[in-house]
């Protein structure tokens, strides 16, 4: 029973909390900044290379976040 509510709980909060594309979406909107730069500026030493294979592996998050802000704007 306690693993049950640990996972409703979490199912819960994952919904709440907005994907890190988002985060890093409204920071590039914000400040003008690639993609890449607003990734590693929102993170600790990240390198070039691991923020290119993050942007590579949530572009599609990426996209919807986009749309999302764009649609919010409007």
């Given at each position: 029973?306690?693993?049950?509510?640990?996972?409703?709980r979490k199912h819960l909060n994952e919904?709440?909390?907005?994907h890190s594309a988002q985060h890093v979406v409204k920071?590039?909107?914000?400040?003008?900044?690639?993609a890449k730069e607003a990734l590693k500026?929102?993170?600790t030493d990240l390198s070039d290379e691991?923020?290119?294979?993050w942007l590579e592996r949530h572009k599609d998050?990426?996209?919807?976040?986009?749309?999302?802000l764009d649609k919010?704007?409007?």
């Open positions: 029973m306690k693993k049950l509510f640990e996972n409703w919904g709440a909390v907005p920071k590039m909107k914000k400040t003008g900044l690639s500026s929102l993170t691991e923020a290119e294979r998050e990426m996209k919807s976040a986009e749309e999302k919010g704007r409007k």
